[in-house]
């Protein structure tokens, strides 16, 4: 299951492929990834979908088939509490803001206590530690034997620093639920919650080793190993998990991604095209697009990183608001125009840039080269201007306005502008 900080590890340009150093939090993050709320089973939960059709979603769901699973609930999902659950997990693994899908599977749950406790998971879910540990304890007095309650509020201890009385309640859960394993994921998430990745670690080792057929635990155990820094361990369960189910679009982004992070990127092409395709997940595909165009300029294949780079930005034509994963897309298209002397599709993306950023200067200054470079000195000199506005003590915007100028038949002007560019440089 994946916690929303997780989207914090959203990449940005070459950097956008590194993650963090795995502190706490970060091997934290991991470790929850993907991982289950509840047993892998739609045995015991209160649905009206046919019980083929669910048990058939939580196959899909423990080998990873993301699109599949949300193919087969989608129709229940906003009224079934089986469906809604499925969703919400489902969601986590797709890195949604999920406290949503949590807070409605409350909404439908059978009885109060298990409402409270999705409420407080939700809010787990969104980093809101301190008040998730009040909802999981009210879960807790009205039904003191929920046992994923309690797991919930010693993971959530675990993060607030509060280490012995988490492991204390996932051992209660472990207690009142004596089924072999069935919270080893919590004691995982606990411990990496508490910064112990070695008991962590071990946690998912267990796990595994009594389901040893279920691709998504060998995904959740590479996250946290990705982020423990144990490449060869962790690209070791990617490839399993993909043996175990090769038809997993989040299987392969995940490895496209962890290969692109160890900047093997021609390796990472042929993952990245199948988290481009498989299922039709639009945040995998989207994700793996990104990844793919990166690994085509870093192996030298421009135009195929342009061609690739393009669908990615195609809604910021019309879009209000610009992104900070877009605007990295615009400029890497924008170079890569550049580099293959494109300079009318360069200018045509570097003006998207500008009309989101009026008063950013990377777009302005890069619109003024080339705009220069185009010929259209009127902009250049526009843009120029705006730049010296913006700060006077910069000699680069005067040393090409002063190119500008010359162009423009303005040697007085030009003259100037070299002058002061000189000026600053030697101060």
């Not at 669910?54 to 906003?78: F, P, R, V």
């Not at 809101?128 to 304890?137: F, G, I, N, R």
């Not at 910069?394 to 190119?403: G, I, S, T």
Request: charged share 25%.
């Amino acid at each position: 299951m994946t916690l929303s900080l997780a989207n914090a590890r959203g990449m940005t340009s070459e950097t956008e492929h590194k993650v963090a150093p795995a502190d706490k939090r970060a091997n934290a993050d991991a470790s929850v990834r993907s991982a289950p709320p509840t047993n892998s089973s739609a045995k015991g939960l209160s649905s009206k979908m046919s019980p083929k059709t669910l048990e058939q979603a939580y196959k899909s769901y423990d080998q990873a088939l993301y699109g599949t699973t949300l193919n087969l609930i989608e129709k229940s999902c906003t009224s079934d509490y089986a469906a809604s659950l499925l969703q919400a997990k489902t969601a986590e693994s797709i890195d949604c803001f999920v406290a949503a899908y949590f807070t409605r599977t409350g909404d439908l749950a059978p009885d109060k206590s298990t409402a409270a406790m999705w409420r407080g998971y939700a809010l787990f879910a969104s980093r809101k530690y301190t008040q998730a540990q009040v909802e999981l304890e009210n879960a807790i007095r009205i039904n003191p034997k929920n046992a994923l309650a309690h797991a919930f509020l010693g993971c959530t201890l675990c993060f607030l620093d509060e280490v012995d009385k988490g492991i204390s309640e996932i051992k209660k859960a472990q207690s009142l639920d004596p089924t072999p394993g069935a919270y080893d994921e919590w004691m995982a998430v606990g411990y990496a919650g508490a910064g112990e990745s070695k008991k962590a670690e071990a946690s998912y080792d267990s796990v595994i080793a009594r389901n040893p057929n279920i691709a998504r635990l060998y995904l959740m155990r590479a996250d946290f190993l990705d982020q423990a820094g144990k490449f060869p361990a962790s690209k070791a369960d990617y490839d399993h998990a993909i043996k175990l189910s090769p038809q997993s679009q989040y299987a392969y982004f995940r490895r496209a991604r962890l290969l692109v992070e160890k900047k093997m990127y021609a390796q990472a092409i042929p993952d990245a095209i199948k988290g481009m395709d498989l299922e039709k997940v639009e945040q995998y595909g989207s994700k793996s697009r990104r990844l793919l165009a990166i690994c085509y300029e870093k192996t030298g294949q421009t135009q195929k990183a342009i061609d690739t780079w393009k669908p990615f930005v195609a809604h910021c034509a019309h879009d209000q608001f610009l992104s900070g994963t877009d605007k990295l897309a615009l400029f890497s298209l924008i170079e890569d125009c550049e580099k293959l002397h494109d300079l009318k599709s360069a200018r045509t993306y570097v003006d998207w840039v500008c009309r989101f950023e009026k008063r950013g200067t990377e777009g302005i200054a890069k619109r003024a080269k080339i705009a220069f470079e185009l010929g259209d000195n009127s902009t250049a000199l526009h843009d120029y201007c705006t730049l010296i506005s913006a700060d006077s003590t910069n000699p680069q915007w005067f040393a090409e306005r002063a190119k500008v100028y010359e162009k423009l038949g303005k040697p007085e002007q030009a003259k100037s502008d070299l002058v002061r560019a000189k000026a600053l440089n030697d101060d």
